[in-house]
């Protein structure tokens, strides 16, 4: 299966998607490293914790256990892991190893740019949207009582091993949530991905092998591309916001309690193609194809109580406004958007109207 190699100005990494290359985890720790600190959740170490305890089997590790929910993804938590890190012999040489879903991605992600001003991370995502986003690019973070993900850094990874077989117990809404990404990858920039979403969503959504490990690989492939080019978020890297600007409001708005990450995102792509349409950027049959894919992977949870007023005052907040200006990524087509920030505040309400409906 295939190797990638993130390639950026300052840092470059392998990504590795392979069937089992959990087993293989000893063989990315980086040279002279010392003792390694396996960063996971008891839920993910329950689940899957055996084969990378067998592959560091003979280093000397230790495993911590981080909370894992949205509202714990905070600095606290970091903290007491550190003391516990000095505690077990943690020093300048120890490295990360970072074992679950994106929030232990953006966690022990953290954990390792600050601790000791910075030791190297492995990240094991063991979750599909890990897996084919969060592990990849070098973004870690905690939240703030104010806002999500508001301080972090960036930390790239000295190596991402992206294991399908570990999929198999992740529950399937989260497996949902994580090709909400995937379907994100083919509409921005993957024409190739994107028609094979449409011809394959039942090999898909029944997990066959063949159809996961293909949609993964061209999503990670994707993504290494895009972060290469821009490894801090500068220029093109903006376009992996799609459905995110829209999708975060919605996020904050129901507290990160009533959807996944996922389908917030799928409800923003929703509203950003028919913005795009309806502001002149994406011609109609093109936004009928997109909207098509989306209600293929479908359907979302009922979104009804929530206040469109509510969700455009939150969009001006988002973190990713800069200077006042809400940027939207809007598609052009299938397979290609535009970061425009000139748009009639009145669609962007009636865009919200109608991905809420
Ligand atoms: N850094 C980035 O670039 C980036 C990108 C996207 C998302 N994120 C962050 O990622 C987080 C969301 O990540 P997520 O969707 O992976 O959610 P998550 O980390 O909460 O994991 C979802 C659930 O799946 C469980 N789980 C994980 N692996 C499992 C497995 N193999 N089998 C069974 N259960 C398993 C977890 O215990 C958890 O309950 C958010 O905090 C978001 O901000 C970061």
Redesign the pocket.
């Known amino acids: 299966m295939p190797s990638f190699r993130v390639a950026a100005a300052h840092h470059a990494y392998p990504v590795v998607v392979e069937r089992g290359i959990v087993a293989a985890a000893a063989k990315y720790l980086p040279d002279k490293a010392g003792r390694v600190f396996v960063v996971s959740?008891e839920?993910?170490w329950r689940?899957?914790g055996e084969a990378l305890a067998k592959a560091l089997d003979g280093r000397a590790h230790e495993v911590l256990f981080l909370p894992?929910t949205?509202e714990q993804?905070r600095l606290a938590p970091l903290e007491a892991l550190a003391e516990e890190m000095v505690e077990r012999g943690g020093d300048r040489s120890s490295v990360v190893v970072a074992f679950?879903?994106?929030?232990?991605?953006?966690m022990a992600g953290f954990l390792a740019a600050i601790f000791m001003r910075g030791i190297p991370v492995v990240q094991v995502p063991?979750?599909l949207?890990?897996q084919v986003?969060?592990s990849i690019?070098g973004?870690?973070?905690v939240n703030l009582r104010s806002g999500?993900?508001l301080i972090g850094s960036f930390h790239p990874p000295a190596a991402v091993l992206i294991d399908p077989a570990?999929?198999d117990?992740?529950?399937d809404r989260?497996f949902r949530?994580?090709l909400w990404e995937i379907v994100k990858a083919g509409i921005i920039r993957e024409t190739a991905l994107f028609d094979y979403l449409g011809q394959h969503c039942a090999d898909v959504l029944a997990r066959r092998p063949e159809a996961v490990d293909h949609i993964i690989a061209e999503s990670v492939r994707m993504k290494v591309e895009v972060v290469s080019a821009d490894e801090r978020e500068g220029d093109l890297r903006r376009i992996l916001n799609f459905g995110h600007t829209f999708g975060h409001a919605l996020e904050t708005e129901t507290a990160y309690q009533r959807l996944?990450?996922?389908e917030a995102v799928a409800f923003g792509m929703r509203a950003a193609t028919w913005l795009g349409e309806k502001a002149g950027y994406c011609p109609s049959p093109e936004a009928a194809r997109i909207h098509e894919l989306i209600r293929l992977y479908g359907p979302l949870p009922p979104l009804d109580g929530i206040s469109a007023n509510r969700l455009l005052a939150l969009l001006v907040h988002d973190k990713k406004t800069l200077q006042g200006k809400v940027h939207f990524v809007l598609p052009v087509k299938v397979g290609e958007v535009a970061v425009v920030s000139e748009v009639d505040p009145a669609l962007v309400r009636q865009a919200i109207v109608f991905a809420l409906s």
């Open positions: 959740t839920d993910v689940h899957k894992g949205e993804k679950g879903g994106g929030i232990v991605n953006d063991t979750t949207l890990a986003d969060a690019g973004k870690t973070a999500k993900n570990v999929l117990t992740l529950p989260e949530s994580g996944v990450h996922g």
